[in-house]
Each structure stands twice: as structure tokens, then as C-alpha cells.
């Protein structure tokens, strides 16, 4: 089975500070995203990467970018957080059979 | 714009019962996704459903797919506990990008 595994379950930041959210995956396929997932709201795309290297937005990137300089290794950035950005973020790694695999999750609160 | 809807939102039922999750989208796409979510736990891969007409079983959950209605459903045929959690659908809007939708909580009750 395809593993993704983010490195923190919980994190709590203070306004204003930069914040990296760590996806590592061993399969040896391209594709790579970050969702942030919120009560009532489902999963909402924040950006996605094909290759190393490559980005692109999703559907809500303000406030955030993106690092992917090996293929197996995938990371958000918060460049300067706020409260607004509490939230469970969850990587994803894609699956040709199954379709996305996530990891389990990182409940990030920005006080 | 592509949405997607579920529902209903929030479901209860008894044990033995059988119920159905409704997901629908309004723009054309012939992938769809079901997930499950466990309270503090990540998504698990559920159904991949990739044409019209594609019927998924697995104990008892069934999903199928309408892609002329664009229409999804997740059927469960005798509840058991631990089917307890929420349930995502999402569809690829191209590109193997998921719009998700809101999630439909289950609870089953002894």
C-alpha cells in the first residue's frame, strides 16, 4: 500500500510566525496535493504539484506556498500565519488504482 | 464552477436498517470518489467509480454512479456500528483534481 506520512499530528503557532508542513510519500509517482479540511466546509484544495519543482494553485492558495524540490517530498508553507489558518491540513498522494491516498492529517492552531 | 452536494448532512439510524448518502455535482465528470472518515482520523479510500453506471460493493456499502444525472449514491444495506463516521464524496474536476463535498456525519445506534 502507498504510505504518505506528514510529520506532525498537532502543531500550535503564534500569529505572524512561518510555518512548514512536512508530506512524505514512497511511491515513486508525481502527483502530490494539500488540502485543508474544515467543519461544514469538506476538503478544499490549497495547491498541487505534478513534478519536482512544479506547483500550482488550487482553490485557495492565498496565504500559502508550496515547496517540491524532491519527488518525495512535498511541503506547505505558511508564510506568516494567522488565526484564520487554524485547521486539519491533509496531503495527498495519488493512487492509479485506488485514487488518493492522504496521510494522516495535521491539526495546526495559530493563536 | 463544479459543487458538489451531499446529503443529507447528518444522519442517525438504528442498527439493521438500510439507508442511502446522496452526492450530487452539477458540472460533467466520469470520476468519482468515496471516502470515510473516523473522528481525528485521516480519509480512507472507499469506492473509485469511473463511468456511468459503475456499481462498487463492499460488505455493506455499495456505491454507484449516474453521470448522466450526476448523481452518485453510497447505499448501506443493515447497519452495524461500526460504520459510525463520516462519509465524503468527491469528484475529479479534471486534471485529478477533487472537489469534495461537505461529508455526511453517520451515527448507528444499537
Known amino acids: ?111 | 464552477e463544479l459543487k458538489v452536494e451531499q446529503n443529507p448532512l447528518f444522519l442517525s439510524m438504528q442498527e439493521g436498517k438500510n439507508y442511502t448518502i446522496y452526492c450530487n455535482y452539477s458540472t460533467t465528470s466520469d470520476r468519482l470518489y468515496w471516502y470515510r472518515q473516523d473522528p481525528g482520523k485521516s480519509l480512507e479510500s472507499l469506492f473509485v467509480l469511473l463511468s456511468n453506471g459503475a456499481v462498487k460493493q463492499e460488505g455493506r456499502l455499495m456505491a454507484s454512479l449516474d453521470t448522466k444525472a450526476r448523481l452518485s449514491t453510497l447505499h448501506i444495506t443493515a447497519a452495524v456500528h461500526d460504520l459510525s463516521a463520516t462519509y465524503f464524496c468527491a469528484v475529479d474536476k479534471g486534471a485529478q483534481k477533487l472537489v469534495f463535498g461537505q461529508g455526511t456525519r453517520l451515527t448507528i445506534n444499537p
Open chain 1, 1 to 111: 500500500d502507498v504510505k504518505v506520512t506528514q510529520s506532525s499530528r498537532y502543531l500550535v503557532k503564534r500569529t505572524g510566525e512561518k510555518v512548514f508542513l512536512e508530506c512524505v510519500q514512497d511511491m515513486d509517482h508525481e502527483n502530490m496535493f494539500w488540502y485543508r479540511q474544515d467543519p461544514g466546509l469538506g476538503l478544499r484544495l490549497i495547491y498541487f504539484s505534478y513534478d519536482v519543482k512544479m506547483k500550482e494553485k488550487g482553490d485557495i492558495p492565498e496565504g500559502y506556498s508550496v515547496s517540491r524540490e524532491k519527488k518525495e517530498r512535498f511541503s506547505l508553507i505558511l508564510e506568516s500565519a494567522s488565526t484564520n489558518q487554524t485547521s486539519m491540513y491533509l496531503c495527498a498522494g495519488l493512487d492509479g488504482v485506488r485514487g488518493y491516498t492522504f496521510g494522516s492529517g495535521t491539526r495546526l492552531t495559530v493563536v
